[in-house]
């Protein structure tokens, strides 16, 4: 499995990223598998719910899974997805003392934006790599074109209103790294131990998994 070193390199990587909420951690691991079984790469278990620190940790060594947190909302819980062994963080939005601990822990991160002044205050920060959320609400990929222009170096991954029918357009957009979304792991199918549903899902996603030649490199 990878050992990211960036999270561009990590974004390239993957592809499309699920974004998993879980209620019981002992769910992770069978969503792991099953996500792995249908060629996902990495997985992001969010902090919305009591159960995402656990479920982390349960999975955290997982041998076909780059295993991250997301929905960091500050310094004290990037402290403790480090120590939970997430090997990568997302927040929603954009925290200057999030980036600084991310870099002092050594941490791929991934902070979201969702206008300009927040992307240029990124870049100010030395980030090259956001997460642009929720994207459809912000307008899909005519945001993504208005941002991705003054900022040519940037890359993103959009986030937020993705599903099966309009992944294809984003991940085809020159400024899109990858993808996050959370279709392929719908609640009812979890809550419904609908594991082999999970990997069937993940296998339908076909040939967007396939990383596009030089994606890691690109600047």
């Not at 997805?81 to 600084?100: E, H, L, N």
């Not at 002092?104 to 991160?109: D, E, F, L, V």
């Not at 899902?201 to 890691?216: D, K, Q, V, Y």
Request: with cysteine; aromatic share 4%.
């Amino acid at each position: 499995m990878i050992q990211p070193q960036s999270m561009r390199e990590l974004l390239a990587f993957a592809r499309v990223v699920p974004v998993v909420v879980l209620d019981n951690a002992a769910d992770a691991a069978p969503i792991a598998d099953a996500l792995a079984d249908g060629g996902v790469r990495a997985i992001e278990l969010t902090l919305r719910t009591s159960a995402g620190l656990e479920a982390i940790s349960r999975i955290r060594n997982h041998d076909r899974l780059v295993v991250g947190a997301g929905t960091v909302t500050s310094v004290q819980q990037l402290d403790m997805v480090v120590a939970a062994g997430a090997a990568f963080a997302v927040s929603p939005g954009f925290d200057p003392t999030i980036v600084a601990a991310a870099r002092t822990h050594g941490i791929p991160y991934l902070p979201g934006v969702a206008t300009a002044s927040e992307l240029q205050l990124a870049v100010s920060h030395g980030v090259d790599t956001v997460k642009l959320f929720p994207v459809e609400i912000l307008g899909g990929t005519a945001m993504l074109d208005a941002l991705a222009a003054p900022f040519p170096a940037v890359r993103f991954m959009p986030s937020g209103g993705i599903t099966p029918s309009n992944a294809a357009t984003y991940l085809a957009h020159r400024a899109t790294v990858a993808i996050g979304g959370g279709w392929m792991v719908p609640r009812a199918l979890i809550e419904a131990k609908d594991f082999g549903g999970i990997r069937d899902l993940c296998l339908a996603l076909g040939e967007l998994m396939i990383s596009p030649r030089g994606a890691s490199s690109e600047s």
